[in-house]
C-alpha cells in the first residue's frame, strides 16, 4: 500500500497543530504544563517521608521543559510549530521538493520539544510524516518508519508485512536504531535518578596493591570517614571500609586482598539523597543531561545490542531450524529476530513520568515479582518481544502452535540465561539492568529448568 503525499500531509498538519497548541498553552501558563497524580507544590506533598517508600503512590508527566519554556524564548519554539504546519502545506502543492521540505519540518518539529513537542504525540506523528515523506514513494511496509510500526503490532499478519522486504542490512539497521533509541530514554532517566540518590565515584590515580591500606585517587570529594567504598569489578571486587579521607588518598580499615590498576572505578556505596535535585526533577520537571555519560551508553547498547541480536538468531536457529532440519538459511531467520527488540523502543519514553518511591526505582512486590515504572516497561517490552519470536518461527516453520510456543520458550530461557546470568558476569551493561544475587541464581536456573519441562511437554524437541 502506497500512501499519497496529501494523507501524508494530513499527518504531519495533525502533529503540528498540536505542537501549536502546547505552546500557546505553555505560553499562556508561563511555564511547562504538568499533569500528576495529585497537585504537590513541594516534594513534601509528593513524597512524604522522602527517601522512604510511601504509601501515596505520585507520579507526574511534564509537557515542556523548565528554563527553555518560560518567558520570551517559549515564541521562538512557538514559531517553529508554526513553521511546520506551513512546510505541511507546503507538501500538497510542491511535491517535488518532498524531500528537502521533509528534512526541514523534521528540524522544526524536533525543535518544539522545549514546548512540549505537541504532548508528545504530535512531535510523534511529525517524525513518522517526516520518514515516510523521505521515503515517498516507497509503499509503506517497505519504508524503514513503516517496517518498526507493523513490527510493533506485533501480530502474525503485520509481521508478514515487515519482513516481506527486509534484508540483513535493513535488519542491522533496525537493531541499531532501537538500540540507539532505547538508550537515549534509559540513559536521560538513570542520570537523573541516580541525580537523586548520588554516589561520587572517582578511580585510582596509581596501582594498588595486595596489602595497600592507602590508595591514591583521582579526586576524593564526596567520600566521608567510615563509608564503604567498592574498588575493582567482577571476582576483584572488593568493599572495604574508608578509615580516613585525605586530599587524594584514602586510607582503608583493611588491606586491599587484590591488585588494582591505575584508572579502576572506586565508588563510594553511600546511601546519599539530594532533596534539591529530587524537588527539581519531581516537581519542577528539569530533566539533567551528562552528554559523555549519554554518548558512552548509546555507544555500548550498539554493541551490545548487535551481539545480543546475534545470540538470540543463533539459539532459535539450532533450536528451531537444525534440530528440525528445515531448510532455512540463516539470514532469513536474523531478519525476523531483528523485529524482537522493535518494542524496546518504548523504553524512550522512560523519562517522560517521574515518580516517588516505590515506583521510582526501589519497586515493590507482588508475590515474586518486582514493580516499578521501569520494570513495568522492561516486562511490557519483553512480553511483546515474546510474541514477536511466537510468531517468527510460527511463519518460518509452519509447525503446529503449541510445539512453536514450546520451541519460543525454549529458546527466550537459553537467551534470558545467556543475557542476564553469564554475560554480566564479563560485561557491564549500561543503563536499567536486572542484577540477580548469587543466593538467586538456582532459583532462576529452576524456573529456566521449568521452562524446559513445559517445552518440552509442548513436543518442541520432538523432531518433526
Known amino acids: 500500500m502506497r500512501i499519497k503525499l496529501d494523507v501524508i500531509s494530513t499527518l504531519t498538519l495533525l502533529g503540528s497543530a498540536l505542537m501549536v497548541v502546547n505552546g500557546a498553552l505553555i505560553i499562556h501558563a508561563n511555564g511547562p504544563i504538568v499533569v500528576s497524580t495529585e497537585v504537590a507544590s513541594n516534594l513534601e506533598s509528593a513524597w512524604p517521608n522522602a527517601p522512604k517508600p510511601s504509601d501515596k503512590i505520585w507520579g507526574r508527566i511534564m509537557f ?70 523521505l521515503e515517498y514513494p516507497t509503499e509503506f511496509k517497505e519504508t524503514f518508519i513503516g517496517t518498526l510500526i507493523l513490527a510493533l503490532g506485533v501480530s502474525k499478519k503485520f509481521l508478514k508485512k515487515a519482513e516481506a522486504s527486509m534484508k540483513a542490512k535493513k535488519a542491522v539497521s533496525i537493531v541499531i536504531t532501537v538500540a540507539v533509541l532505547s538508550s537515549i530514554g534509559i540513559s536521560l532517566y538513570v542520570i537523573n535518578v541516580s541525580r537523586i540518590y548520588p554516589q561520587p565515584v572517582t578511580s585510582l590515580a596509581a596501582e594498588a596493591f595486595p596489602g595497600d591500606v592507602k590508595i591514591s585517587v583521582v579526586n576524593a570529594t564526596g567520600f566521608k570517614n567510615g563509608i564503604f567504598v567498592a574498588i575493582g569489578k567482577h571476582e576483584q571486587r572488593e568493599v572495604i571500609q574508608v578509615k580516613n579521607v585525605d586530599v587524594n588518598l584514602l586510607e582503608l580499615t583493611v588491606a586491599l586482598q587484590y591488585r588494582h590498576g591505575r584508572g579502576e572505578i572506586v565508588t563510594a556505596l553511600t546511601n546519599s539523597f539530594d532533596v534539591i535535585a529530587a524537588s527539581e526533577i519531581l516537581i519542577h520537571g528539569n530533566i539533567y543531561l551528562d552528554v559523555n555519560a549519554l554518548t558512552l551508553n548509546i555507544l555500548s547498547s550498539i554493541i551490545i545490542g548487535v551481539l545480543k541480536w546475534l545470540t538470540l538468531s543463533v539459539i532459535a536457529y539450532i533450536l528451531c531450524i537444525k534440530m528440525h532440519s528445515f531448510n532455512i538459511p540463516f539470514e532469513k531467520l536474523a531478519i525476523y529476530m531483528s523485529l524482537v527488540y522493535v518494542p524496546e523502543v518504548l523504553y524512550l519514553f522512560l523519562p517522560i513520568a517521574f515518580w516517588n518511591e516505590p515506583m521510582l526505582s526501589k519497586g515493590w512486590f507482588i508475590g515474586p515479582l518486582p514493580f516499578s515504572w521501569p520494570l513495568l516497561l522492561f516486562y511490557g517490552t519483553h512480553i511483546l518481544s515474546f510474541i514477536v519470536v511466537v510468531n517468527a518461527i510460527d511463519i518460518l516453520t509452519e509447525l503446529e502452535k503449541i510445539k512453536v510456543i514450546g520451541l519460543a520458550l525454549a529458546s527466550c530461557s537459553i537467551y534470558f540465561l545467556v543475557t542476564y546470568l553469564i554475560v554480566p558476569q564479563f560485561i557491564q551493561q549500561p543503563g536499567i539492568r536486572i542484577a540477580f544475587t548469587e543466593e538467586s541464581h538456582l532459583f532462576i536456573l529452576g524456573l529456566a529448568s521449568i521452562a524446559f519441562v513445559i517445552a518440552w511437554l509442548l513436543n518442541a524437541f520432538k523432531k518433526t
Open 64 to 133: 515542556g521543559l523548565p528554563r527553555y519554556s518560560e518567558g520570551q524564548i517559549a515564541y521562538i519554539w512557538l514559531f517553529f510549530a508554526l513553521l511546520s504546519i506551513l512546510l505541511s502545506l507546503l507538501l500538497c502543492f510542491l511535491p517535488k521538493r518532498h524531500k528537502i521540505l521533509a528534512l526541514l519540518q523534521l528540524a522544526a518539529a524536533l525543535c518544539t520539544i522545549p514546548i512540549g513537542g505537541g504532548f508528545i504525540f504530535g512531535l510523534i506523528l511529525a517524525i513518522i510524516g517526516c520518514c515516510l515523506t
